[in-house]
């Protein structure tokens, strides 16, 4: 819900819109956000409205005016962020909220699409049989994995403890995904569109990774790839 | 007084379930406490068999539930232990006719009458089970130390989780020291490692178990078997005794002679 004017940035938040006004003095901003409010009066009709103005100093006047525009079509103010402590205090007076509960968490964007790249659920372990973990990013689980249990991820999957259950990561198709654990040796491990069953083991467990490599499914002792 | 509720659980079926909640219940009778098991296996009772009462049936649990009978009708008395009660399964409908809840009111008007309510889970994980862990103050659940049940445990331990019926303590039934010194049964320590709950007793295989579940007579009664004394053990430690757990793997004559350990 980008805004190509520099003046006005427009962002979905949780209780409405998040209006930033900034950059030139104020009666301008005030004629380009009413300017694009009537061109785009379906979009803005019947929105709740919170405004960013930066430091801009505005007086009762100034944002009476504005709350009356903005009601006249359609909109309603309620809140108005500053770091000036006079338009703060200016807000407080007419009743407009002065905070908004963690506009960045709330931003639409970050909920509709969570990032495979910095997500990661924390699952406290023993993920027993039966037990299953779906999730569009990257899975930690701090426990065992027991056969029966079955994670699927979009992202990478770590388990702190001993794998044996079923793995998918890069479930939509992530190639760079990887999977590792403590104590390696699941049921089956997929990556992304590949899929492999674990060798019998022999010799003594040791923490290993699972990665892509040329298209094959590999897995490596953690210390050859770190050469320690 | 005021019962405790056990169940015993397992998931798979055959691993011992209805085995043990006799002999649990008829260890703990025989320590003079006041005890009823129910059997929650409906459409396939076995606990009467077990417990030499099948003759005496004539009102069952789910008489009970749909009000045929009054609660005391339907308690069989054991013919050797007085203080010792079954509330056997209806064979002829299935686990539908008992809902959790009819387990919960069933249980609490029991409650007052004795000290342990022990009720047989049947296999499975679905409304059988659900019933039968309905009113539980403490599961068991039992495993064999092989793959398929440990992996029927796990998941019954997951779905007790889930459910947030606090932490369920483990039996370990048919254990067999010669194979897991051969390495070809798990140990002891592996399912522990595995299931990651508090063990409360682990049962060696015995063949008089057979014997004496076909002759209606639990080994709990009888003391120079071995897994009539681990099923003591397990009923001492449900009254709060600390007793350590058997050693099954003292080398026998034979071996001691060819000098191996």
Known sequence: ?228 | MTAKVITVASGKGGVGKTTTVANIAVALAARGQKVTCIDGDIGLRNLDVVLGLENRIVYDLVDVIEGRCRLRQAMIRDKRLSELYLIPAAQTRDKTAVSPSDMVRLCDELRTEVDWIIIDSPAGIERGFKNAVAAADRVLVMTNPEVSAVRDADRVIGLLEADGKGPASLIINRLNPTMVKRGDMLSVEDVLDLLAIDLIGIVPEDENVIVASNKGQPLALDDKSKAGQAFQHIARRLLGEKVPFQDFNTPNVFQRLLGRK
């Open chain 1, 1 to 228: 819900m980008g805004e190509t004017s520099s003046l006005i940035q427009i962002k979905g938040i949780r209780d409405g819109l998040l209006i930033t006004l900034t950059g030139a003095a104020w009666p301008d901003l005030v004629k380009v956000f009413i300017e694009n409010i009537e061109n785009r009066s379906a979009f803005f009709q019947g929105g709740r409205v919170a405004l960013d103005v930066g430091p801009q100093e505005l007086r009762v006047a100034d944002l009476s005016s504005l709350r009356d525009q903005l009601s006249e079509r359609g909109v309603a103010l309620w809140a108005v962020l500053s770091e000036s402590t006079l338009t703060e205090r200016t807000a407080q007076n007419l009743g407009l909220a002065t905070r908004i509960s963690k506009p960045r968490l709330v931003e639409v964007p970050q909920v509709a699409e969570p990032q495979p790249a910095d997500a990661a659920k924390w699952v406290k372990g023993p993920l027993r049989s039966g037990g299953r973990i779906d999730y569009p990013g990257n899975v930690v689980v701090l426990g065992d994995v027991n056969s029966g249990a079955e994670i699927v991820a979009e992202g990478s999957v770590i388990v702190w403890g001993r794998l044996r259950g079923v793995v998918h990561a890069g479930a939509k198709g992530d190639e760079n995904a990887v999977v590792c654990a403590l104590d390696f040796a699941p049921t089956q491990l997929r990556i992304a569109g590949e899929i492999a069953v674990s060798p019998k083991k022999q010799g003594k467990s040791q923490p290993e990774v699972a990665r892509l490599q040329d298209g094959h499914l590999t897995a490596e002792p953690w210390h050859e790839l770190t050469g320690r």
